[in-house]
């Protein structure tokens, strides 16, 4: 942990620290303090040293580990943080820490996963060192009809973490699909877990998978149309431990706020919503195509659901499956 430390102290110091202050401050030894220096250079930090000054980081590389995340959030919030440089989900990952008791709160982050999942079972695509892949352990003391809205809650979330990190406030497509550009950056899987004998929730994991330095070509050529990265709508990289810190304080936000700010909420996402005032595609909720109806998105309900007008005049407020927003001509 000595190192991670030694890089939170470098970070935020505005010029040179000197080993001695550092190992007061960190309570070590000043060879301890060398030593993390040392590993942090190999791992590509670079710091530079000056005899009676002390240290300076000059440079960090765009890394995703708990030294870079810690040196935003610091410590203690970090103490229920995991940072994993590779895992299969971190959904999984999550719930499985849920079922051996982990608290409300707790965040798996990681640098790539093997089987990333999104919505209606599709796999969600999860490259190394370009994305945040992260998942928030949820404890929320409701009934599972009343937690359908925290994934909408989530996408707003997210929205403001980019914003912040980037000064740039990514789109809603309903139901919780963050776009900017017009390309998908950030997708959304809400899982819980329900006590039988009693219907009450157990857990709730929110998964939330990020596009921040992809280029066209990293993503699969059937994914080129429509995947896009905050790099990309940019135009320059995104320092991704910074954006995953402010990911972690709109989710502790969120959990705080729920549910009693909910108006807040339903504000914020109607504001971001494109889907409103738009011809739209409505599939149901198994994707077949089978009921497939064209019709015309009037609004976000106060329940989050879509006011929708069809061809033939009637209404429908559609809480599930997927509207698709057709092209502007």
């Known amino acids: ?21 550092i190992s007061s401050q960190l309570g070590v030894t000043r060879a301890a303090v060398n030593t993390a220096v040392k590993t942090l ?17 000059v440079s960090s590389p765009d890394r ?9 959030l610091g410590p203690e919030r970090m103490q229920t ?16 820490l849920a079922m051996n008791g982990a608290p409300d709160g707790l965040t798996v982050i990681a640098n790539e996963q093997s089987a990333g999942r999104g919505r209606l079972g599709r796999s969600f695509h999860s490259p190394k060192d370009t994305g945040i892949y ?18 909408t809650w989530t996408a707003v979330a997210i929205a403001k973490a980019v914003e912040r990190a980037t000064g740039m406030r990514p789109d809603i497509k309903w139901v919780n699909d963050l776009l900017m550009g017009g390309r998908k950056i950030c997708g959304i899987l809400t899982e819980m877990s329900v006590e039988s004998e009693t219907g009450t929730i157990q ?3 929110a998964g939330i998978g990020v596009n921040v330095n992809q280029e066209p070509s990293d993503f699969p050529e ?8 905050i790099a990309m709508a940019a135009g320059h990289p995104v320092q991704r431990a910074r954006l995953a810190a402010c990911m972690i304080e709109e989710m502790d936000n969120l959990r705080k706020a729920w549910p009693s700010g909910r108006e807040d909420y339903l504000k914020a996402y109607r504001e971001m919503c494109i889907s409103t005032g738009r011809d739209v595609l409505v599939t149901d909720a198994r ?16 329940d989050f659901s879509l006011r929708i007008r069809y061809e033939d005049g009637s209404y429908e407020n559609v809480s599930s499956g997927e509207v698709s927003v057709k092209p502007q001509k």
């Not at 992260?134 to 994934?151: G, N």
């Not at 009921?291 to 106060?302: L, S």
């Open 64 to 72: 995703l580990t708990s030294a870079d995340i810690m040196s935003y």
């Open 134 to 151: 992260f998942s928030v352990l949820l404890r929320p003391t409701c009934k599972p009809a009343e937690i359908v809205q925290i994934t």
């Open 222 to 229: 059937e994914l080129r149309g429509i995947a896009g990265s």
């Open 1 to 21: 942990m000595t190192k991670d430390e030694v890089y939170s102290i470098l970070k935020n110091s505005e010029g040179y620290v000197s080993g001695e202050k």
């Open 287 to 302: 994707h077949t195509g089978e009921f497939a109806k064209h019709g015309f998105c009037e609004a976000v309900n106060d």
């Open 203 to 205: 857990y709730v994991v």
């Open 41 to 57: 250079r190999k791992e590509g930090y670079e710091i530079a040293s000056t005899t009676n000054k002390g240290y300076l980081l």
């Open 81 to 96: 943080v995991q940072v994993l440089q590779t895992t299969d989900s971190t959904n999984r990952r999550a719930a499985e």
